[in-house]
């Protein structure tokens, strides 16, 4: 089975812009769910979709956001970027009723 | 609510030997799981092992093993005879579930070094 496949793998972008990351779980996983991870604060979560529907989401301002298409491909989207956006996001796919999360390699996004 | 902590924020190991990194967490909960995931220097984040928290029994995969102490709230985990390719961080994780939702918390990291 192919992995968890995300794209783009790196963007940089400029304060006030906005952007969609994608991101492909591996086939028959429904479940996708989407991390921050910066060196100082490690990861942090930001939401899990399943079957098109957020489930969970972490602490992060309404300027992040997602959804989840009905063949279990899910998009990021941050809007009005700043600096302290400029991180690695990690998707995870996870199969139903299980428990293990299977990560992508990851869109590095840098705010100048 | 949940916490997982790492304490090691860095480690090193001489190529073969055995090393051990920690992680402690906190829940009320009963039942979950823990894992152990490595990211080595920028590439994918793989799952190296995992744990449930009802089976007594450590966890081993090959020369990663576990030492799940339920009552201390200690999840730690051991690399025999350490290889190069080990050189990565490490990241914790707890797993609960509740009214039907997955929550993942991870720790900080510990950085190691596998030394020739």
């Known amino acids: 089975k192919a992995g968890v496949t995300q794209t783009p793998r790196y963007l940089i972008k400029t304060r006030g812009q906005q952007v969609t990351l994608s991101c492909s779980p591996i086939?028959?996983?429904?479940?996708v769910s989407w991390y921050q991870q910066t060196p100082g604060q490690g990861l942090q979560f930001l939401f899990e979709?399943?079957?098109?529907?957020?489930?969970n989401k972490g602490n992060f301002p309404g300027r992040f956001s997602g959804r989840q298409f009905s063949n279990s491909r899910s998009e990021m989207n941050v809007s009005t970027l700043e600096l302290g956006d400029s991180a690695l996001y990690l998707c995870?796919?996870?199969?139903?009723?299980?428990?293990?999360?299977?990560f992508g390699p990851g869109t590095r996004l840098l705010v100048l | 609510a949940q916490t997982v902590t790492q304490s090691q924020p860095e480690m090193s190991v001489q190529e073969a030997e055995t090393v051990t990194l920690s992680c402690t967490y906190d829940?009320?909960?009963?039942?979950?799981?823990l894992f152990w995931y490595k990211q080595p220097p920028s590439r994918q984040m793989i799952l190296v092992i995992r744990?449930?928290?009802?089976?007594?029994q450590n966890a081993t995969e090959n020369r990663f093993s576990v030492n799940f102490q339920k009552a201390a709230k200690s999840f730690s985990l051991k690399i025999s005879d350490s290889q190069l390719g080990d050189t990565a961080m490490y990241f914790c994780?707890?797993?609960?579930?509740?009214?039907?939702?997955?929550?993942?918390?991870f720790g900080t990291g510990t950085r190691l070094k596998v030394l020739a």
């Open positions: 829940t009320s909960e009963n039942n979950y799981y």
């Open positions: 979709y399943f079957s098109e529907t957020q489930r």
């Open positions: 995870a796919s996870r199969s139903t009723s299980r428990e293990t999360q299977y």
């Open positions: 744990q449930e928290a009802y089976k007594q």
């Open positions: 086939s028959g996983h429904r479940s």
């Open positions: 994780a707890f797993m609960s579930r509740g009214s039907g939702t997955y929550k993942y918390i």
